[in-house]
């Protein structure tokens, strides 16, 4: 959980369980800056924290996986990303005040590190997807330091080696593009032992960075359709959109219920 929470900022909404933080972009990274800086400021390194952006899917696979469930609603700071969640904490009659994307966090994440001169490492996606994903951020803020960057994989065996080398790279932030659940449980799994002072789960952004893959037009994000888009793009997707359906019904069940109460 958040480990001061203004008094001004509403408690989370459960959505089927799982929890999602009810912040704007502006106050995501605020905390993100708390974060940094109050590690920065103590004498001896504190524990890494966990963020999270969530959508439906996260939620669908959270209620099949309690330890996924888990380590969303224990993470430090679970963002709505996915106009799904938006629309059902409205529905759930807790609204969050806007969507908070992974890649747009990334980029904001990236340019705070560029400002105060934190370190940030690249761990996955395919191998040299991550390089250029830098090479593309450190073109939008000159002055960010990338100290590392490794394809590598979610694999328990090659912990160890992933930790060493983060530790190698005095990095501050680590940010881990292995898909959901993978990326999130492998943070959960090494918050104890990762020698930085934030870690994120950021899904496809190296893969929008490096150009791999397009972003929906900025008109469709606003509408709430980059889905639609990224289906449109990658129809093989269909089977994972088949838990937008059953998201949707379970949610309507859950408000119902509460509304009767």
Known sequence: ?????????????????????????????????????SAHASPTPPPCQQIITVNPEFVMAARKNPLFRTCINQAALVMADGIGIVLAARFLRQPTPERVTGVDTLRELARLCAEQGYRMFLLG???????????????????????????????????QDILERI?????????????????????????????V??????????????????????????????????????????RRMLALPLFVLHVVLKGRNSHDA
């Open 197 to 238: 002072a934030l870690a994120m789960g950021v899904g496809g952004s190296f893969d929008f960075l490096a150009g791999r893959q397009r972003r929906a037009p900025l008109w469709m994000r606003k509408s709430g359709l980059e889905w639609l888009y990224r289906l449109y793009r990658e129809p093989w997707r269909w």
């Open 1 to 37: 959980m958040l480990n001061t929470r203004p008094s001004d900022v509403p408690p989370p909404v459960y959505i089927l369980g799982v929890r999602v933080d009810r912040l704007t972009q502006r106050q995501v990274l605020a905390y993100l800056e708390q974060i940094l800086s």
């Open 125 to 159: 996606a395919a191998p040299g997807v991550a390089e250029i994903a830098g090479e593309r951020l450190r073109n939008l803020y000159p002055d960010l330091q990338i100290a590392g960057s490794y394809a590598g994989s979610p694999s328990v065996e090659e912990e």
């Open 167 to 195: 530790r190698a790279a005095r990095a501050d932030v680590v940010c881990v593009a292995y898909g959901a659940p993978a990326q999130d449980l492998w943070i959960y799994r090494n918050l104890a032992r990762l020698p």
